[in-house]
């Protein structure tokens, strides 16, 4: 089993910076990806960013030179920090995890969610 625990969202005015973590317990991971997906009101979850354990990166084309997903292998956190943040940026935020555990198997987690409101 894996678990995934967000921290750093909050209420912010447009223009502004978030940072958020994402700290993996649990079950060793032998490779992983790391994810963040968004979900706005009414709206189907999204595809943020992600980072593999080797550090190739993926981002979605609308946060593309205003957010930066890092990680740190040691201490089992991601983050993603989130400059020029836009009223559309509003969401809850989740972290997802793909992990190769020992057994063979990929295991998806998902975090709690942590909310993100850009205010204009």
């Known amino acids: 089993q894996v678990q995934l625990v967000e921290s750093g969202g909050g209420s912010v005015q447009a223009g502004g910076s978030l940072r958020l973590s994402c700290a993996r317990s649990g079950a060793f991971c032998y490779n992983y990806v790391m994810s963040w997906y968004r979900q706005a009101p009414e709206k189907e979850r999204e595809f943020v960013s992600s980072i593999d354990r080797d550090g190739s990166t993926s981002y979605a084309d609308s946060v593309k030179g205003r957010f930066t997903i890092s990680r740190d292998n040691a201490k089992n956190l991601v983050y993603l920090h989130m400059d020029s943040l836009k009223p559309e940026d509003t969401a809850m935020y989740y972290c997802?995890?793909?992990?190769?555990?020992?057994?063979?198997?990929?295991?998806?987690?998902w975090g709690q969610g942590t909310q993100v409101t850009v205010s204009s």
């Open positions: 997802k995890t793909l992990c190769l555990a020992s057994s063979g198997s990929w295991l998806t987690t």
